[in-house]
């Protein structure tokens, strides 16, 4: 397997105009702010969009980016066991951002609103915890194990920085791509 390549800002806004983009992230975080010209392929669609990052590698360098960077090193990851070479961005679009650099964003009625995944992870978690909480105290005190059943698993996603409750939540309908969004996003991948 080939190691993780990780490009750094500045090397990233130099050579951007020269990059294909790939933007792991939802739809809806996309649509909050993407690297200018990102393409939208959510990590769970990546196997399927294989043939055409695979083109796409081999016309030129592949950029893979997510919020932070885990989600796009996880993509590199997996993309680099079907031998597929791609780099991603330290730290993310919020690295990006902070570096003052502009993201992009769709146009009013071309975007769907919507939530980080962090922010909603931490929007579900907080809710089933306060739920476990009161229904533990009003119901039956068993209910009590639902909030300590969402610590263990806010603990265990710490410890092996994963999210079974993100994998959870980006399969809901407004976490998902439009079918004909992601399959204009392949048609361009095709011809770049």
């Known amino acids: 397997m080939t190691a993780l390549v990780t490009y750094g800002i500045d090397q990233t806004r130099t050579r951007l105009h020269e990059l294909t983009v790939i ?5 809806a975080e996309y649509a909050s702010g993407h690297l200018p010209g990102a393409l939208n392929v959510p990590l769970d669609h990546v196997r ?12 030129g360098d592949v950029l893979v980016v ?14 680099a066991e079907q031998g597929v070479t791609t780099a991603t961005l330290a730290g993310g679009t919020g690295a990006w951002a902070a570096g003052g650099h502009e993201l992009h964003t769709p146009t009013a009625c071309d975007t769907r609103s919507g939530w980080s995944m962090e922010r909603q992870v931490r929007f579900t978690a907080g809710t089933l915890v306060l739920l476990g909480l009161v229904l533990g ?21 710490a410890l092996t920085d994963t999210c079974g409750m993100a994998v959870m939540l980006g399969k809901l ?7 004909a969004d992601l399959d204009a996003v392949l048609t361009v991948l095709r011809g770049r």
């Open 137 to 157: 105290l009003l119901v039956h005190p068993a209910l009590l194990l639902v909030s300590a059943g969402v610590a263990g698993g806010l603990v265990f996603s």
């Open 66 to 79: 997510c919020a932070s960077g885990n989600r796009s090193a996880n993509a590199c990851k997996l993309l």
């Open 48 to 59: 399927r969009a294989l043939p055409e990052i695979r083109l796409a590698a081999e016309r």
């Open 173 to 179: 309908p407004h976490n998902r791509p439009r079918a």
């Open 23 to 27: 933007d792991v992230r939802t739809p």
